[in-house]
């Protein structure tokens, strides 16, 4: 597509449901990032894949998250036992496989309130 | 380590008024330094980015930013503020990881432009 997406754009859990977000970058970007923003603050790193490599899991803050991109393309970040400080906007960026020169694109993100 | 810093939490600017946001960096050899802007509920946007050449960078929605290798700055600026250009503005700076590139990401500085 045109740009990154991410679905969906709001989602409302309860407290120990498991969330599936998603997204679907750039065609032809093998860089995928995956940040955590709360309210008006910076952005947290959570995941980084890059073409077939292992991805950089460093930033995941616990064992209840994880994520995983298929056929190189679509990436899901999945919540297990979702905790009200899971609670943020997850941010999606893909970039080409040249690495940072040209910055990256993002998408508009997943609200996830955890109630 | 590649770092960035915004040294203000908040910038606040009467419109019509000249507005600068502040950047510092820390890199080995030459950096990539790049600007975005977050409105409101929205991902994040590429404003501008220097990677070599002119000091002086020209961007999106009349921003520029001044790159000063001996201050290791990289100030964004605008001349005349308008009031939608409140929002959040990242600062990043590129790293290379293992045969790869990232950005890192400074913590924001919220922009607030008053009528």
């Known amino acids: 597509g045109a740009g990154v997406s991410q679905s969906p754009s709001n989602k409302v859990t309860e407290k120990g449901k498991d969330v599936e977000l998603r997204c679907d970058p750039i065609s032809g970007h093998t860089a995928l990032y995956w940040y955590r923003q709360s309210l008006g603050q910076g952005l947290e790193f959570l995941i980084y894949f890059q073409g077939n490599s292992a991805p950089d899991k460093s930033g995941l803050p616990s064992d209840r998250f994880s994520a995983e991109r298929t056929g190189g393309s679509v990436s899901t970040l999945t919540i297990q036992r979702t905790q009200q400080e899971d609670s943020a906007v997850y941010l999606c960026a893909s970039s080409l496989a040249a690495g940072a020169n040209y910055g990256y694109t993002f998408g508009s993100g997943t609200r996830l309130t955890v109630v | 380590a590649q770092s960035v810093a915004q040294p203000e939490d908040q910038v606040n600017v009467a419109e019509g008024n000249p507005l600068t946001v502040k950047c510092t960096y820390s890199v080995s050899g030459n950096p990539y330094l790049f600007w975005y802007v977050q409105y409101p509920n929205r991902g994040l946007q590429f404003l501008l980015k220097?990677?070599?050449?002119d000091n002086l960078v020209k961007g999106s929605y009349g921003f520029e930013a001044e790159f000063n290798k001996s201050q290791t700055s990289f100030h964004l600026k605008k001349p005349s503020a308008l009031v939608s250009d409140s929002a959040l503005y990242f600062c990043a700076v590129r790293e290379r990881v293992d045969s790869n590139y990232q950005l890192i990401w400074g913590a924001g500085t919220k922009l607030i432009i008053k009528p």
């Open positions: 220097y990677i070599t050449g």
